[in-house]
């Protein structure tokens, strides 16, 4: 079986679009000449790859088992395409050169800027892009070939993607003052496990690397928290246990100027210090890095 790939662009632009219409008018042509496609190609595989509900513009659209499996291949197939294209024009001198560096919030605010700063002071000409997301939505825009590389705040486990350590992080358990029962001897803020197993924890959200490591350094302690609030970046919890909120387990760097203005205190409890987590590099194993992404891993390895 051979596939037809203009048949298949029509098939994947209707799934990611969501309906007939909607994909007609992306790529520029007639709703029937794509329904006319996305049939030709049911026909040409002899399977039925998408369940159609009545209505204008094919609303209710579903991708059957066998469309949803087909699609998954079109997506890697097209997002090479691209990094194709791009890698070509690079090359042929259409565009100057660009750089688009993916990152997990955190990487993002303390430890990207210097690095970009270095790399803009040496080649002021390459185009830089920060796509700022949680570890999860890093990981989906490097499979598509929209960002470059990826710097997140856990390793990745996914076919086609290579995780290599960066450098190491410190991590605190921090809570808001007067919140904590007594100090150790030493003066230290001490608290037990099952103390902190019993506060409102702040958390990020599914797909942060920060909630997995969180939860993964805990558990190896016997700390599983049962009452937790969901926020969606790291400073917003650091405000939050500011606030009286609760407790939560941050980056030191994010925490440092609210500690020195004892806005935030750290905790420390039997088997629950020194937490740190490795930071990560993430590459495609099948796309070669452009001169542009190569510098600036040099910048990266230097700053480790």
């Known amino acids: 079986m051979r596939l037809n790939l203009h048949l298949l662009r029509v098939f994947?632009?209707?799934i990611e679009e969501g309906s007939f219409s909607a994909a007609a008018r992306r790529m520029h042509i007639?709703?029937?000449a794509v329904s006319k496609a996305v049939a030709e190609l049911e026909k040409q595989v002899d399977l039925v790859l998408l369940e159609r509900s009545p209505g204008k513009g094919g609303r209710?659209?579903?991708a059957t088992e066998a469309g949803a499996s087909l699609n998954a291949h079109a997506r890697a197939i097209f997002s090479l395409e691209r990094a194709a294209v791009h890698e070509l024009e690079r090359r042929s001198g259409l565009r100057q050169g660009e750089l688009v560096v993916g990152a997990s919030t955190t990487v993002a605010s303390y430890w990207l800027p210097p690095c970009l700063h270095t790399y803009a002071t040496r080649w002021p000409d390459i185009a830089l892009k920060v796509v700022v997301a949680n570890t999860q939505s890093i990981v989906e825009d490097l499979f598509?070939?929209?960002i470059d590389?990826?710097?997140v705040e856990g390793p990745v486990q996914m076919e086609g993607v290579a995780s290599h350590p960066w450098r190491?992080?410190?991590l605190v358990i921090v809570a808001p003052p007067g919140t904590v029962p007594a100090k150790g001897a030493s003066g230290a803020l001490r608290v037990t496990p099952q103390w902190l197993a019993s506060q409102r924890w702040l958390v990020r959200e599914t797909g942060s690397g920060t909630r997995d490591v969180t939860?993964?350094?805990l558990a190896r302690q016997g700390v599983a928290p049962a009452n937790r609030i969901e926020i969606g970046s790291n400073e917003g919890i650091a405000r939050a246990v500011a606030a009286g909120l609760g407790v939560a387990m941050l980056p030191y760097a994010l925490v440092a100027d609210l500690l020195a203005l004892k806005r935030v205190i750290e905790l420390h409890a039997d088997g629950l210090s020194g937490f740190t987590r490795t930071l990560y590099r993430l590459e495609r194993v099948d796309r070669p890095p452009s001169p542009p992404v190569r510098a600036f891993l040099d910048i990266l390895a230097a700053s480790a």
Do not use: I, T
Request: proline share 5%.
């Open 149 to 151: 590389l990826g710097l």
């Open 168 to 170: 190491e992080e410190r």
């Open 30 to 32: 007639s709703q029937p």
């Open 144 to 146: 598509a070939c929209n």
């Open 215 to 217: 939860f993964d350094l």
């Open 12 to 14: 994947h632009h209707v």
């Open 60 to 62: 209710g659209l579903r």
